[in-house]
């Protein structure tokens, strides 16, 4: 597992810290240049505060790095990106520019998005890496297999085993990462996604476009739920897809389903009887759908049979 020792705005990480159950983050760069290549999914990245608090005092684990437009990124996590309005985020992203931002601008920011985040209380804080320079700007990355890595992985692995998070069921990155302390190599697996984090995944693996239409319009694009989330209990990529937001509602209550074998609409007589109409949506009938651009995210077999099995009517 690789480590990255992330510099954080204290700020950003106070908000946090003081509000109950965080279970997804957004550790934005001001910068919309660049990427981010220290990590993959499942990963650590830690948050050490700036001097002369030189203590790691948090992390979560690694989901996804994407561009994306302010507006956006305060439209789906909210204060999930650290502060209580927008228009404080502008202001800060401003502050890091060193330079004004007009009232119509809307900059494309880089987002690191993180789940399952831990923000520990100071007598928890670790003291900063010895080979961390003060005047590092972004961070550093560690191997947690060897040397100073090693000691930090130990280090975090027995604090989130104190924090006894009773909340997390079994599956999640968190848990892991418990279950692997002193047992040789850690364990990566996929973190527990928040709701934010699912939206734009989704959104982004779909290429921006409805899985059944092809519509490209952003606002009314939906990151739907196959299986209901009620019954799935975590958000999950595969139970994923980007669709129109009325063909969702019609999706979400029955109306529409997803042959789970040969992946094509199917459309509720329903419509008809109980609405007398529906004929934009009948032409939809048999319709492929789209896969995500990973493959890896493509829809379940299993939930797309328990959408039509338990779902549609």
């Known amino acids: 597992m690789h480590i990255y020792v992330a510099v954080t705005d204290s700020e950003w990480f106070t908000l946090h810290a003081s509000t109950p159950l965080v279970d ?33 005092a948090g992390g979560g684990f690694f989901a996804r790095f994407l561009q994306l437009p302010v507006s956006l990124a305060w439209e789906v996590f909210k204060e999930a990106n650290g ?32 789940a399952e985040p831990f923000f520990w209380s100071e007598d928890l804080w670790i003291p900063s890496p010895s080979d961390f320079k ?27 085993k104190l924090a006894n998070p009773q909340n997390l069921q079994p599956g999640t990155a968190t848990i892991a990462a418990i279950q692997s302390s002193g047992f040789g190599k850690p364990q990566v697996i996929l ?14 693996v779909y290429d921006k476009r409805c899985a059944i239409t092809g519509e490209r319009t952003l606002p009314v694009l939906d990151a739907a739920h196959i299986k209901p989330y009620s019954v799935a209990q975590r958000h999950d990529l595969q139970n994923g897809l980007l669709m129109r937001s009325d063909l969702h509602r019609l999706f ?50 299993e939930n797309l049979e328990f959408h039509a099995t338990h779902v549609f009517r």
């Open 24 to 56: 997804e983050v957004n550790f934005w760069r001001p910068s919309a240049s660049g990427s981010f290549k220290a990590l993959e999914a499942g990963e650590l990245l830690l948050f050490k505060l700036h001097a002369p608090e030189n203590y790691i």
């Open 83 to 114: 502060v209580l309005k927008l228009a404080a985020m502008r202001e800060r992203i401003a502050y890091y520019r060193h330079k004004v931002m007009g009232a119509d601008e809307d900059p494309v920011i880089g987002c690191i998005l993180l």
């Open 134 to 160: 003060l005047n590092t700007v972004q961070g550093k990355g560690y191997d947690s297999e060897t040397g100073v890595g090693r000691d930090l992985w130990l280090a975090v692995s027995e604090r989130l």
């Open 191 to 204: 973190p527990r996604l928040g709701q934010g984090t699912f939206r734009i995944l989704v959104t982004e």
């Open 252 to 301: 979400d209550q029955g109306y529409l389903t997803i042959e789970p074998s040969e992946r094509k609409l199917l459309v509720s007589k329903r419509i008809k009887e109980e609405f007398e109409n529906g004929r934009d949506y009948y032409a939809l009938q048999g319709t492929p759908i789209k896969d995500p651009r990973e493959l890896a995210f493509r829809p379940s077999q």
